[in-house]
């Protein structure tokens, strides 16, 4: 799936790539709309409209907790581990957009996929 070149959400696709050239999906999501601004995806069998949905209401789930607990804190990163992929969300400083990484967890590793993501994740 083709993303855009030279929009914020293109070059952080673009960033992650060059780090993760085998990355399952790269994706920006829209909070308010809950749908991705710009994806690339390297399998179609992996949505990531259909991802951005529920991912959206993953962060959500997870502010309200946050919120109930009286932490006083914000969210930066949530993790998803699975048997062959990694998942991370990372919210944007703004707020209004979910960074979105899955890749293969025989390939990479949480570290990578941090670092990558701290990296490219800016602007949005």
Known sequence: MP???GTLAGDFIEGVLSEI?????VSVINLS???SIDSYCN??????DVAAVHHTEVLRTEQKAVEALQLNDSIK???ITLGTQIHMLTLSKTGKALY?????AHKTNLSMVRSTMQ???KGI
């Open 3 to 5: 993303y855009t070149k």
């Open 21 to 25: 050239p085998d990355a399952v999906c």
């Open 33 to 35: 709309a809950g749908m």
């Open 43 to 48: 399998t179609p069998d992996f949505d990531p």
């Open 77 to 79: 990163d949530i993790f």
């Open 100 to 104: 979105y990484i899955v890749a293969d």
């Open 119 to 121: 990296k490219f994740a």
